[in-house]
Nanobody
Framework: QVQLVESGGGLVQAGGSLTLSCAAS????????MGWFRQAPGKEREFVAA????????TYANSVKGRFTISRDNAKNTVYLQMNSLKPEDTAVYYC????????????????WGPGTQVTVSS
């Protein structure tokens, strides 16, 4: 059974940093793109960042560009989201997801989703 499990969420002050991890298990994700999404209370889920299997191509939402960095370690079947200069508006449940290509991942048309991890940024 395929599982994606996020970790690393928590409470941080504005301007601080957090690194989220997403560990994949149950199958090989060879060739799969990986991405991060978030959903704040009362809002729709939104795309945050995505990377190809190789990590050679990455893409970000404008709201996080320059502050967040997505990376992956395929040997560990893990994708990371380094979040710097956090703002209160970054508060949300963060989800990782996987799809067969970058476009599908960015679009949220993903084959697999994690349960999410809460990130709260205090002002």
């Amino acid at each position: 059974q395929v599982q994606l499990v996020e970790s690393g969420g928590g409470l941080v002050q504005a301007g601080g940093s957090l690194t989220l991890s997403c560990a994949a298990s149950g199958r090989t994700f060879s060739g799969y793109a990986m991405g991060w999404f978030r959903q704040a209370p009362g809002k729709e889920r939104e795309f945050v960042a995505a990377t190809t299997w190789s990590g050679g191509s990455t893409t970000y939402a404008n709201s996080v560009k320059g502050r967040f960095t997505i990376s992956r370690d395929n040997a560990k079947n893990t994708v990371y989201l380094q979040m710097n200069s956090l703002k209160p508006e970054d508060t949300a449940v963060y989800y990782c997801a996987s799809a067969k290509n970058l476009i599908a991942t960015m679009s949220g048309i993903c084959d697999y989703w994690g349960p999410g991890t809460q990130v709260t940024v205090s002002s």
